[in-house]
T-cell receptor, first 110, second 117 residues
Framework: QKEVEQDPGPLSVPEGAIVSLNCTYSNSAFQYFMWYRQYSRKGPELLMY????GNKEDGRFTAQVDKSSKYISLFIRDSQPSDSATYLCAMTNYGQNFVFGPGTRLSVLP | EAGVAQSPRYKIIEKRQSVAFWCNPI?????LYWYQQILGQGPKLLIQFQNNGVVDDSQLPKDRFSAERLKGVDSTLKIQPAKLEDSAVYLC???????????????FGEGSWLTVV
């Protein structure tokens, strides 16, 4: 079993749709969870950062963490063509070991 | 605040040649990372420095890859000799001290794209 699993997509949605991106993980030691957005030919850009279980909202983006199920999600409301990118989940146990998912490629069609 | 700087952005070399990538982290960040990202995959850690000491280099192919962090600031990653399978983007990242709350996330540079032909 891989340490972090993520559906690679590609995921295509119409503009304005709600997008749900998910990751599952196996290591219960992970405490901090991140979502990165990576545009083509660019480095990953930190989008959301959460600690332990719960929700965090930032504009159109909501991150959810369910540690009991070892499952994290990123929701994008009112998706825009500019949201088209690869989304990477990442997690760490107090900054000692960062592990990344393979990324989900998202296309938002105008 | 300036981000993580990397150069060169793109490099094409022939197999068995050598290449070096340079990174300047965010000012004040104690921890510096080099990741390798192959197309369609997530970043894979090659080496992690805390100040100028190596914390983790367990996945660094030491027969061909080397890295150093001079004076705890800039870092250089070298590949010699390069193989076809080294074609990837090499991402440098940095984070504040691990003990701080914001030390539990990392910030990436734009990456150095390597093509080995």
């Amino acid at each position: 079993q891989k340490e972090v699993e993520q559906d690679p997509g590609p995921l295509s949605v119409p503009e304005g749709a709600i997008v749900s991106l998910n990751c599952t993980y196996s290591n219960s030691a992970f405490q901090y969870f991140m979502w990165y957005r990576q545009y083509s030919r660019k480095g990953p850009e930190l989008l959301m950062y959460t600690y332990s279980s719960g929700n965090k909202e930032d504009g159109r983006f909501t991150a959810q963490v369910d540690k009991s199920s070892k499952y994290i999600s990123l929701f994008i409301r009112d998706s825009q063509p500019s949201d088209s990118a690869t989304y990477l989940c990442a997690m760490t146990n107090y900054g000692q070991n960062f592990v990344f998912g393979p990324g989900t490629r998202l296309s938002v069609l105008p | 605040e300036a981000g993580v700087a990397q150069s060169p952005r793109y490099k094409i070399i022939e197999k068995r040649q050598s290449v070096a990538f340079w990174c300047n982290p965010i000012s004040g960040h104690a921890t510096l990372y080099w990741y390798q990202q192959i197309l369609g995959q997530g970043p894979k850690l090659l080496i992690q420095f805390q100040n100028n000491g190596v914390v983790d280099d367990s996945q660094l192919p030491k027969d061909r890859f080397s890295a150093e962090r001079l004076k705890g600031v800039d870092s250089t990653l070298k590949i010699q000799p390069a193989k076809l399978e080294d074609s990837a983007v090499y991402l440098c990242a940095s984070s504040p001290a691990v003990s701080s709350i914001t030390g539990n996330t990392i910030y990436f540079g734009e990456g150095s794209w390597l093509t080995v032909v």
